[in-house]
Structures are given as C-alpha cells and as structure tokens.
C-alpha cells in the first residue's frame, strides 16, 4: 500500500511538472498582456486540482492496465503466428476506435456545413448528415486499415518512410485535384483521429510485435503505427471530397 | 454541485468512448487468443485508473482552461485590441499588428504539447524500449518547440492569408529531405510524434484560437482559413524532432572526434 502512495505521489509530482507551463502561460497573458484579473477564482481552483489528479490517475493506469495489455496481446499474437489474426485484430482497433471518436464527430460535422456552404451538397439536414456520416466512416475505415499495413510493416520488416513518404505523395496529388473546402479539413483530420486512448494501446502493440519478432528492433520497428494512423484519413478525406464533388 | 455533475457526464462520455476499445480486446481476447491475462485484476484496476483520471482530466480542463484560453484566444484576435484601447479602430492591419497572437499562438502550444497526455504515454515508451538512450525530456521538448513553431506559422499564414497547400508542401519536402539525414532509429518515432501532440489538450484551445482569428482579421473566412492550425501542429513536430535527433547525432560525432584524438 505504501509503494502505491509513493507511486501516487511520485507521478503527481510529475503532472504538476507538466502543467505548470499552461497555467503560467494562460496566468501570464491574463494578468500582463490583457491586463485583466481572473474569473471566478474558486472555479479556477477546483478545475486545475482536477487537471492534476486527473494526469496522475492516468499515467499511473498506463503503467498498470494498457501497456501491459498491449503488449501481452502482441506477444501472444506473435506466438500463435496467424498473419490473418494479428491484421484484423489491428483493423478492428483502429476502426472501433475511431468511429466513435468524438473529435472525429465534431469535425466530420464541420466538414459537411462546409461542404453545403461550398454548394458541394444539398444544404439540407438529410444531405449534410449523409456526408458527415460517410466521411466518419471513411476515416475509420482509412485508420483501421493503417494500422493493419503498419502491423504488416513491423512483421516484414519494412522501412517506415518508404510508407510515409509514399503516403506524401499521394497527398500532395489528391491536393491538387480536391475541392478547395474540403483541403483544410482534411489535413486537420490526419491530427484529431488519434485519441488519447487510442495511443498508448497502439505504441504498446507495436513495440510488443516488434520485441516478440525476431530480428526486428522495437525502436526501429516497433513505432510507426500512429504515423499511418495520422497520415491516411487525410487521403480518404481527400478521396471522399473527390467522389462526393 | 456543478463540478460534480459535470464530471459524472465526462465520465459517461469516456466510458462510452472506451467501449469499442474494450470490446475489440475482450473479444480476440476470448475468441481467438483464448489466454489468461496475467495480472487481470491490476489490468482492470490500470483501465479504471485511465477512464477515470481522464474524465477528471478533462472535466478540469473545461472547467478551469478552456473557457479562459478559449477568451483570451478571442480578446487577443479582436481588432479593439490590436488597434489599441482608447485609440481609433485601424482601417487596415499589417500582419505586424498580430505580435501578440503569434507570441500566445506559440507559448499555449508549448504549453499545452508539454501537457498532453498521448504524449507523455509515447515517450515514456520511447525511452523504456531504447534502454534510455531516447530521452523523455528531450523527446518532448523538441515535440513542443515543434508545435509551438507550427502554431506560431499556422496563425501567421492565417492573417496573411496565404494557401496552406503551400506551407504543408513545403513542410513535406523537408521531412523527405531530413529523412535522408537522419538517424534510422529516431525515424519511425519522429512520424509517430506528429499523430500524438494533437488531442485532448491541444485540439480545443487550437480550434478556437484559428476560429477567432479568422473571424477577425478582415477578408478572411472563418469556414475556409479557420481550419489548418492542427495540420501545423501535427507536421511541424516532425520536423523538430528529426533536427533534435540530427542534432544529436551531429555532437555525438564530434564528442567521439575530439576525444578520440587525444
């Protein structure tokens, strides 16, 4: 019991390292730039012990629940050696979860009041839920299916920027030939899809696959996944935006 | 009390965005892999630790950060104060005008990268898996600067109102070129730190800032530059960690030089 009080308090003690900065900046340009005094102070006070525990409480499950989870399935994934298994398991987690991500709602939702200003698509209720709808599951769809090519790369071993550079490429054409109000919206995409969750879960998995191989460096191999995670659903927004224009 | 009720609804919310999660583990877990969890009850206990700390997490933040950052965002962007008080409203802007802006714009990116939990969760296996050679201040430093530059760009292309195609282009070409240089190691992991430093912190001050901007400034639109400022924060990381990890690699090599020749 002891050693998680000193756990506890250890991983505070880092949490409020790491949300010092916020709260000086935001103090900073509150008190000295816009020369205003801070609302409500009680409120202030409740949310940012809040913050902090809040942070604790999550790094201290990372160690305990999702790495270790991560990385247990990888290793048993790895030695059952069913290629088949392993990719739609990383399919299934990427698109689970993403098609719930409430980032990725919030955006989809932006993109079709953008697409119907454009004149893209009839400005009606229906028209603009049926593109939000689609463009969600294009994106999960695009995540799922980064995940299952980066669980493919850490077990053949390919280079990670071959991928990412190809991947570039491929964004840099589709810009070219895209509706102009779909573009801002897209490259946005690629950032919000990953969630806080999501991360840790996929970090563990691929350097859990990476260890387990053998000859692949989990360093070198074992990350890579979140990249592909980011840089696909900016192609098949882009893609979507081609196919509904 | 409001707080309270507030965290019970975030607390809905995570759970609801946790359950997929859980039902694709718990389903290969009995259905195909058929293998006991070692540890199950501390697993449990670590998945509760993350939903509930996160529920707090952001409750906090809406509480407390959000609001504030979300205003000063806005106050900094209204054209009262970048003509000045007291004074007449400007007839035109210059984009020198903006200081302020791209001074917060930089700072909260710093800030809020520094904080971001995704992040914090990366580096930590980052430097578990490279026996520490890959340090997690380092690492989340160079991921800060990194955003923090982003931002900086991302609201100053917003008041000049240039193409973002340009600014994402040209940030491509030199991550392919960086890559040449770089070393193989730190590759994989400076793609995957542009995926993490944009959620739960950054994302919503981000949005608000580019919002508020492009309501401002005049000739721009809100629906087509308000968007853009993630893009920035997930390329330009990238960027400063390949520099971080050339940089590195350039003093490494030096050190092994000069004491290699006495």
Request: proline fraction near 4%.
């Amino acid at each position: 019991m002891t050693g998680q009080l000193r756990f506890f308090a250890q991983t505070m003690l880092g949490s409020l390292r790491d949300l010092a900065p916020i709260f000086l900046v935001i103090g900073v340009f509150q008190l000295l730039v816009l020369k205003q005094p801070l609302p409500n102070g009680f409120e202030l006070l409740i949310g940012a012990i809040l913050v902090i525990i809040g942070l604790t409480l999550f790094v201290m499950g990372l160690e305990l629940g999702l790495f270790p989870i991560g990385e247990a399935m990888a290793h048993d994934f790895a030695r059952k050696g069913s290629l088949f298994w392993l990719m739609l398991f990383g399919f299934c987690l990427g698109f689970g979860t993403t098609v719930a991500e409430p980032a990725l709602i919030a955006v989809a939702r932006e993109a079709a009041t953008v697409a119907a200003d454009g004149g893209l698509i009839a400005s009606d209720e229906m028209a603009q839920q049926r593109y939000a709808g689609g463009l969600r599951l294009s994106v999960a769809f695009s995540v799922g299916l980064a995940i299952m090519v980066g669980v493919l790369r850490i077990v053949f071993g390919w280079p990670v920027h071959y991928l990412i550079i190809g991947g570039y490429l491929g964004v840099v054409i589709m810009t070219r030939f895209a509706p102009p109000e779909i573009i801002g919206v897209a490259y946005d995409s690629g950032g919000v899809t990953t969630s806080t969750i999501t991360v840790p879960l996929v970090a563990a998995l691929g350097v859990g696959l990476a260890s387990s191989i053998k000859g692949r460096n989990p360093v070198v191999d074992g990350f890579g996944l979140i990249a592909f995670a980011s840089l696909t659903p900016i192609i098949f927004v882009l893609g979507y935006g081609m196919l509904m224009s | 009390m409001s707080g309270f009720e507030g965290v019970v609804d975030v607390l809905k919310v995570t759970v609801l965005d946790v359950l997929p999660i859980i039902a694709v583990l718990v389903g290969f877990q009995v259905l195909v892999l058929r293998r006991r969890i070692a540890n199950l009850s501390r697993v449990i206990l670590g998945f509760v630790y993350v939903v509930v700390g996160l529920a707090l997490f952001l409750q906090g933040l809406e509480q407390a950060l959000f609001p504030l950052g979300k205003t000063m965002a806005a106050q900094l962007s209204d054209l009262d104060f970048i003509s000045g008080a007291g004074r007449e409203l400007l007839e035109t802007v210059r984009w020198q005008d903006y200081l302020w802006v791209y001074c917060f714009a930089f700072c909260i990116g710093f800030a809020t990268t520094v904080a971001e939990p995704a992040l914090i969760a990366v580096s930590l296996k980052a430097e578990e898996v490279s026996g520490g050679t890959i340090g997690v201040s380092g690492l989340r430093l160079s991921v800060a600067l990194g955003v923090a530059i982003g931002l900086a760009l991302g609201t100053w292309r917003i008041v000049i109102g240039a193409p973002l195609e340009y600014f994402i282009m040209a940030g491509y070409v030199l991550v392919m070129v960086q890559t040449i240089f770089a070393p193989r190691v730190m590759i994989a992991l400076a793609y995957d730190s542009g995926g993490v430093t944009t959620s739960t912190v950054t994302v919503p001050l981000v949005a608000a800032l580019g919002l508020g901007l492009a309501t401002s400034v005049p000739g721009r639109s809100p629906m087509l530059d308000g968007f853009g400022l993630i893009a920035f924060a997930s390329l330009c990381p990238i960027i400063s960690v390949l520099a971080y990890s050339q940089i590195s690699q350039w003093y490494a090599q030096r050190y092994r030089l000069s004491s290699g020749a006495e």
